[in-house]
């Protein structure tokens, strides 16, 4: 079945840098669409960022800090994190999305991973 597993979240000082990963399972992981998605409390789950097939895109309140990569290889997705700010504190989950020819979509999310910022 299809598993999506984050990991590497944590609690670091602000200016720090953290690494979460997505180890992907039970589809093609090289066809699909893979993202970043993050939730603060009292707040809509936002996309971070997204590597499609041969895109990469950020929001704007992480480009420059943020870096999105994957290894087909591996199945697993990456984000690297840099310069970290309170504001980025929140659970960020790793969603894998596939749109056929005839618009059905296969849209498969992780369980999440905790990031805290905070001195």
């Known amino acids: 079945q299809v598993q999506l597993v984050e990991s590497g979240g944590g609690l670091v000082q602000p200016g720090g840098s953290l690494r979460l990963s997505c180890a992907a399972s039970?589809?093609?992981?090289?066809?699909?669409?893979m993202s970043w998605y993050r939730q603060a409390p009292g707040k809509e789950r936002e996309l971070v960022a997204t590597?499609?097939?041969?895109?990469?895109t950020y929001a704007d309140s992480v480009k420059g800090r943020f870096a999105i990569s994957r290894d087909n290889a591996k199945n697993t997705l990456y984000l690297q994190m840099n310069s970290l700010k309170p504001e980025d504190t929140a659970v960020y989950y790793c969603?894998?999305?596939?749109?056929?020819?005839?618009?059905?979509?296969?849209?498969?999310w992780g369980q999440g991973t905790q990031v805290t910022v905070s001195s």
């Open positions: 039970g589809f093609t992981f090289s066809s699909y669409a």
């Open positions: 969603n894998a999305l596939f749109t056929t020819f005839y618009s059905k979509k296969y849209d498969y």
């Open positions: 590597s499609g097939i041969g895109s990469i």
